[in-house]
């Protein structure tokens, strides 16, 4: 039986691939989701083999998903969207499939056999393995994006997001960096050197080894010794820079 979940903000296209499965018996559904962050909590706490994943949803569409979870778990994805011919062509060898909306009965079917035949080849051989092709795939898609617009971080057992906007400060902490945002803190596992490439340097700028700043959340700045400087923040943290990273803001104040 393959555990298979539906993941798209339209109801009119989660219940037309309901519909479209129900003919499969070894196909079941074990659950629906609306958004991005639905899918993510809801693909880690069940573990499907199968999600059909809508490309564009709210809080996080299906790239980033993808992204937020294969550090954990993959399943097989089937992407649904509604690009045109030309876009689809770009991921067509990676996902495993995808489905354009509005969804045609004859392609759904074609599309469950390629994934029966993708999932019964990967269990033989040695269990559920990861799709290295599409992670491939999402990095692609990342680094065209250029700057991220929110951060996943977990709490208990359960992801959420912070937008980074909404970030004041951030500094290392051992194997994880801490997002400063409203007096609370929240724990990302990655390091400042890799945050720091996914930030706008407009924006967000690097002033000690183990520091980054919002720019929009300086109170004030006042010159300390050597061509350092003590940075208050508007929610009353005192930042010390470095010598070394104190040139970009510098640049900055001239």
Known sequence: MIRTMIMDDEPLARERIRTLLADHHDITVIGECRDGQEAVNAILANRPDLIFLDVQM???????????????????????????????RAFEVNAIDYLLKPIDAARFE??????????????????HEPDYQLFAFVERLRAERKYSTRFVVRTGSKLSFVRVSDVEWIDAADNYVRLHVSGREHFVRDTLKSVETQLDPEIFVRVH??????????????????????????????????????????????
């Open 110 to 127: 074609k599309t469950v056999l390629r994934v029966i035949t993708r999932l019964s080849s990967t269990n033989a051989q040695s269990g």
């Open 58 to 88: 709210p809080e996080m569409d299906g790239f980033e998903v993808i992204q937020s979870i294969s550090d954990e778990y993959t399943p097989a994805t089937v992407f649904v969207t509604a690009f045109d011919e030309h876009a689809i």
């Open 209 to 254: 080894r183990s520091l980054i700043i919002n720019l929009d959340c300086i109170e004030s700045v006042e010159p300390s010794f050597h061509g350092e400087y003590l940075v208050t923040m508007k929610d009353g943290a005192k930042l010390s820079t470095s010598r070394s990273y104190s040139e970009r803001l510098r640049e900055l104040l001239r």
